[in-house]
């Protein structure tokens, strides 16, 4: 007959200390009675968790519960003020970053332009989180993960982001390294590429939550695709996967190919660039390829024109989607990145059809429906659950330690150590 062990009573305390804590930092401010209804523990033993908690400083007095039976209980709130994260997105001449807690609350954010950018990545987060901390009147030595998303890929093992031209300073070697000696000891910098953390927020709460296997089509300055197989953002083995502007495709009349190449690449044919040079030619005017293709999306029922231009443009799209889609087999498509998201459901439409025109496999396409700058969001999401998972971790330190008459409390949790260079997770594994 086999025994089974009894539990033991430091894992008893783990994980009950991280069940509180989690319901404070979901729900918020809790009263005692609040947190043993939802976590189906008795009184006096979340009595006990949050004397542990306290202790550790991870919670704090949040006031008191009124309009109840009987005197008003004491409610408990989570100690988001001694660790915070910095979610950043590094643009061609503009890098912007906002402060997080452990909520996903945003508490300030600032913004540089070119001209005002100094020279060096390292630098420019140094400067800029300084202004975002200052902007969310918080010190900068409560930040303790740093989430950058940027338009390349970035390789994990050579901590070196590749395929980023228009942002030469964040392509030196042991890139996350550099940035990180500018921050405290502890401090973690995270580097993603825009449209992996764009999936992130479109999973989370846009088009492509609910969906197994899903694909994100980037269509602005430049072409690329994120994958989530299962819950798992797919990298490749050097970060590279999804660099699809090199797929070659049938040229369309009058593209510019790559100079030595029989064929364009994805990127000549719906790039910007291309769109403009389509728009022209359909006597479409705008300053930009999203101004073209919005203006286009909104005058088609009455603009002959631009219908044929988002026709066209849907045809060029197809030719690369029939590529990934016989490689991937994702249930859903989303097609987002300035140019997707100005064509909105109607370039969505109209490139299911021209999909199912060339390819005989099957497969959903939607339109973006994040708001605002999906790479920001997921890069708040990232640095979110990062923040979380120190606070959770903290209490799993307090509820491991010897009972409190056996040592002196701690007053406030000690930091955690960890890597300079994690690899990259996806919003899944950090909650």
């Not at 910095?86 to 300030?108: S, Y």
């Not at 420019?124 to 390349?152: H, K, N, Y």
């Amino acid at each position: 007959m086999t025994r089974t062990s009894p539990a033991r009573p430091a894992l008893l305390r783990t994980l009950n200390d991280r069940t509180v804590l989690e319901l404070l930092l979901s729900a918020g401010a809790s009263s005692r009675t609040d947190l043993s209804e939802r976590s189906g523990l008795s009184k006096p033993t979340i009595a006990e968790v949050l004397s542990r908690l306290e202790e550790a400083g991870l919670i704090v007095d949040a006031g008191e519960t009124f309009g109840r039976r009987g005197p008003n209980g004491r409610l408990h709130g989570p100690a988001l003020h001694f660790v915070r994260g910095a979610a950043l997105t590094v643009e061609p001449g503009r890098v912007t970053c906002d402060i997080v807690d452990a909520r996903g609350t945003v508490l300030g954010g600032a913004t540089m332009r070119r001209g005002e950018i100094p020279r060096g990545a390292g630098a420019v987060t140094r400067a800029l989180v300084e202004q975002a901390a200052s902007t969310a009147d918080v010190s900068i030595q409560t930040i303790a993960e740093i989430v950058v998303g940027l338009p390349g890929s970035y390789d994990v093992s050579a901590d070196r982001v590749r395929y980023a031209d228009r942002i030469p300073d964040w392509t030196a070697p042991r890139i996350a390294e550099s940035v990180a000696r500018e921050f405290g000891v502890g401090t973690v910098v995270t580097l993603d590429n825009d449209v992996n953390l764009a999936l992130v927020a479109e999973r989370g709460t846009g088009a492509a939550s609910g969906s197994a296997v899903t694909s994100l089509l980037w269509l602005a300055a430049g072409i690329g695709l994120a994958t989530d197989l299962d819950g798992t953002l797919y990298r490749g083995v050097s970060g590279g996967a999804g660099e699809i502007g090199y797929i070659p495709v049938p040229a369309p009349a009058g593209s510019m190919g790559t100079p030595g190449s029989a064929y364009p690449d994805f990127q000549d044919v719906v790039g910007s660039a291309a769109v403009l040079r389509l728009a022209r030619d359909l006597g479409i005017s705008g300053r930009t390829a999203a101004a073209v293709v919005e203006r286009a999306a909104d005058s088609h029922d009455s603009d002959p024109a631009a219908g044929a231009f988002l026709d066209e443009l849907a045809r060029r799209i197809a030719l690369g989607l029939a590529v990934i889609v016989a490689v991937l087999d994702p249930g859903l498509v989303v097609i987002g990145g300035a140019v997707g998201r100005a064509g909105g459901a109607s370039l969505a439409q109209r490139t299911t059809t021209a999909f199912r025109a060339v390819s005989p496999l099957d497969c959903r396409i939607v339109a973006s429906t994040v708001t605002g700058d999906p790479s920001m969001v997921g890069a708040h999401v990232v640095a979110t659950g990062r923040v979380r998972d120190r606070l959770l971790d903290a209490a799993n330190r307090a509820a491991a330690a010897p009972a409190a008459s056996e040592q002196p409390p701690a007053h406030s949790p000690r930091p955690i150590p960890s890597s300079t260079v994690p690899t990259p997770r996806t919003a899944e594994e950090v909650h």
